[in-house]
């Protein structure tokens, strides 16, 4: 479900939303295939299914993304610094030019699409543009670059594939189960089926979250300077987050009546979060500064 | 890279410097210049991305002192200067055209000796023809040619590209991939 592949997804609004829209997505897939399945269809009959529904998702979603961002592909002529950034980076990462896109708003952000290497697309935001040193901006594509060489959007889409066919599973597991005694079973089975999909989906958070190291690794391999993308970090996020808390300065002011603690709310936060905590990205690429200031 | 390593997230390690098919070019020039009719410019240049760590200015620095060692005998003359993309160009000029290729050797293996090769861009050896500049890029991570002929601003001129390796592909190894011939723009040779 997750097929688009933010790099700073510090938009907390935006990324409930999202979150929101990739649990329901995903439930609407279980209910979809339990009442199949209740209606008497096989089980290949749904993987089926499920597998078609995931193949449309992976050949239109960088064409959504794209268009959902208000984003366009650029030519070399348009944009000569992105591309000429991009080829580079290429040639360091031994990557085939993907696609260059650029969205027109000032909030700052990049992603990277594509269900293969070759279909690749890399957008960044006017605003990222802006924002960024040169180098930073290096880093923040580097990652997109790491995204695709990493072939983050297949593996997602797979990962999540396998969580439906789970829920299926426990769906079709217990209809045989509780099936001789005649017992109530289908609200047990919906039950468990939201179960191990709700657990899934948890799951295949915690993989994105390691994927997104895995990307600020490879950024800082291809780029040779972890203190950029960490820099770029700081200030996208800075600038992502300032927005959003104007607008909440009243309600911020009732923080210390709030049940849960900060710390509290951080750590569920964290766990039901596309990315890791800044400070614990910023932290890892300091620790490649470090080594590799140590030299080689 | 294989299945597994984009299954675990990959992006460890870059592919490493593919081994040395440099020298190619040595014996290509030949061809260029008898048969095709191109001249060589006396110049060349590697490009690469500057670390700002102590290990990497120390290795920099004893390469330096190594060209400029045998620089007497060679007369090769030794440049170095960062682009607007935040990479390092070392320039070297030396009419001789074997000694340009042995000089952008000794940088490489400088670098690759010291852990460094992944920081490598490129080497790019600078000819023309009729006041036309075209250009050999080595991808030194997959140790390949091609030809690269900028015209003007941010165009290149494929049809031209395409011939070179027509005529020279059996002396070079040439990137098989058309989407890996990368242009390099604004080259300072």
């Not at chain 1, 802006?130 to 990962?159: Q, Y």
């Not at chain 2, 960062?82 to 940088?107: C, H, K, M, S």
Request: glycine content about 8%; aromatic content about 8%.
């Amino acid at each position: 479900m997750a097929t688009t592949r933010t790099s700073f997804g510090r938009d907390y609004g935006l990324q409930t939303r999202m979150l929101l829209t990739m649990f329901l997505l995903g439930l609407l897939y279980v209910g979809f295939v339990g009442a199949l399945f209740y209606a008497g269809a096989s089980a290949v009959i749904m993987v089926v299914v499920i597998g078609g529904l995931m193949l449309s998702q992976l050949f239109l979603s960088d064409k959504l993304a794209l268009r959902a961002m208000g984003a366009h592909e650029v030519s070399p002529e348009e944009a000569p610094g992105l591309h000429a950034m991009i080829e580079r980076l290429c040639i360091q990462a031994d990557l085939p030019k993907p696609k260059v896109a650029v969205a027109d708003t000032e909030v700052p952000n990049a992603f990277a699409m594509g269900r293969s290497k070759k279909s690749a697309v890399v957008c960044a935001t006017t605003g990222l543009m802006r924002s960024l040193e040169p180098a930073e901006l290096e880093g923040v594509i580097a990652h997109e670059l790491a995204h695709v060489k990493n072939r983050d959007v297949m593996i997602m889409t797979f990962a999540s594939f396998f969580a439906s066919i789970a829920a299926m599973m426990a769906q079709f597991a217990f209809f045989f189960g509780a099936g001789d005694d005649d017992s109530p079973a289908g609200i047990v089975v919906f039950l468990v089926s939201i179960l191990v999909y709700a657990i899934s989906f948890l799951l295949m958070l915690a993989l994105s979250r390691y994927r997104e190291f895995s990307a600020d690794r490879g950024a800082a391999l291809t780029t040779g300077r972890p203190s950029a993308l960490a820099s770029a970090l700081v200030k996208v996020s800075g600038a992502i987050e300032r927005a959003p808390q104007r607008d909440l300065r009243a309600a911020g002011e009732m923080n210390a009546f709030f049940i849960v603690p900060t710390s509290v709310k951080s750590g569920v936060r964290t766990l039901f979060s596309t990315h890791p905590p800044m400070e614990q990205r910023i932290a890892r690429l300091q620790d490649l500064e470090t080594q590799l200031q140590r030299g080689a | 890279m294989g299945f597994l390593d984009a299954l675990l997230g990959g992006g460890r390690k870059l592919k490493a410097p593919a081994p040395d098919r440099l020298f190619a070019m040595t014996t290509a020039q030949v061809t260029l210049e008898l048969q095709l009719g191109l001249t060589h410019r006396s110049r060349a240049g590697i490009v690469f991305q500057p670390l700002a760590t102590a290990d990497f200015e120390a290795i920099l620095k004893e390469t330096n002192e190594l060209l400029h060692g045998s620089a007497s005998d060679t007369g090769t003359t030794v440049e170095s200067a960062d682009d607007e993309f935040g990479y390092r160009w070392i320039v070297l000029d030396d009419p001789d055209f074997e000694d340009l290729v042995v000089a952008i050797n000794t940088i490489s293996s400088q670098l690759q000796a010291g852990g460094y090769g992944d920081r490598l861009l490129a080497a790019v050896f600078a000819f023309e023809k009729d006041g036309k500049g075209i250009y050999f890029i080595y991808n030194f991570k997959r140790g390949s040619y091609y030809p690269f002929v900028p015209v003007g601003d941010q165009r290149r001129d494929t049809e031209h590209e395409l011939r070179l390796i027509a005529q020279i592909g059996a002396e070079l190894p040439i990137e098989s991939e058309l989407e890996r011939r990368l242009p390099l723009w604004k080259i300072p040779l």
